[in-house]
């Protein structure tokens, strides 16, 4: 390894940049790998009848569909965007799990039609509006339904997900989900195969699962007793954390073994044979396994206030910071090496004051020219990213041992006006 530079599974950042441009979203393949190895090893090897379902939201594309299938993946999905992505990588259908609080119809159809493995049901309405297109298909869908166990984890509001007023999912005492489970059960298009839950993101804490997984217990006693029907599969979501700055990961098994040693007893106590059980981690498979790179360009020091170290990208790759006061953490490139002696604010080049990647950094005096890397961009960097002030969505690079491969294309201006239109009378 040279002296004074950033190496990313074995790629010289800064040659990264010079070779691709900047600004570039570097995935690391070695550490995707890692993580869904880890999946294998605490839980899918560990437990019979269990299955990981990657949450695409995180990141997707066609490349990362293809690494989610060899590495024995199933994968989530929550829109027809990321199941036409899925499926036109060839991953199999029948692993593919489909979750959102607002299916279309013609996503439901697409679902349908190329014959995925779940639809985890998610409202009020939309038992009826599948079964209509199985019946019209002439399909069977496997479903779950999605249950908001009322627990508050402890994490950013926004991606809270399974407090009673949510927009997703049943709460459990309703007397609508109850209806709604004797019909799916007593459908002909329908497999009735059991719930889902999702606590929320960037969890740290094992004990809001666990009061999850209770509140879902006595739903599973609740069915026997009035349906005479023992739920054969759960699915406990996603939402493990990941280091940003000096959070301490946790392994999966911290989460996964008391869940499963209570779900182990449940059915001892009960009689119940026991369900399959489904995971699906997005973040903590592609967090740290994502770094952005900038160019730095104007500097400007307001004395004795704060210096502002302008990157040529910002809010429209990375809208975390903005849109949740992420707080992420970086180093000059091409000075890793160099004593810290500056304090910076490093900002973006949107028009917007709230477009800051990262505040008050300890880095070697920087200037224009430099190469900046954030670290932990993987997961709802790219995925989230716009085209605000008509910025092109930089390309991904997939790096592995110190080789590396575009898997998506930079957008360039022509891609910026593709759709647009000139009417004539204008
Ligand atoms: N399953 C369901 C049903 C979910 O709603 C989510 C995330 C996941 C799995 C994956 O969770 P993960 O393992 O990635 O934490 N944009 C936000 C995160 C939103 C997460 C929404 N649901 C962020 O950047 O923090």
Redesign the pocket.
Known sequence: MEKNKLYFDGCDVTELAKEYGTPLYVMSETEIVNRFAALRKEFLEKYENTRVAY?A??FFTMAMAKLAEREGMCI?VVSGGELYTALKAGFPPERIEF?GNNKLAKELRLAVKSGIGRIIIDGFGELAKLEAICKEENRRMSVLFRITPGIKADTHDY?V?GKKDSKFGFPPEDEILMEQIRQAIESEYIDFKGLHF?VG??LFDNRPYLQALEVILELVKKIREKFGVEVSELNF????GIRYTDEERRPYAYFLDPMMERLEQFCREESFPHPAVVI?????VVGEAGISVYTIGQIKDIKGVRKYVSVDGGMTDNI?PAL?QSVYSGVIANKADEEKTETVTVCGKCCESGDILIRDLQVPVPEEGDIFAVFSTG??GYS?ASNYNRNGIPPVVLVKDGKSRMIVKGQDEEDLIRNDLLPEDL
Not at 237 to 240: A, Q, R, Y
Not at 280 to 284: I, K
């Open positions: 949450a939201k995180a989530d979750n991606i997900t999702h993101s960037q979501g996603g939402g493990f699906e981690p997005g973040r903590s975390r949740y997961a709802y989230m």
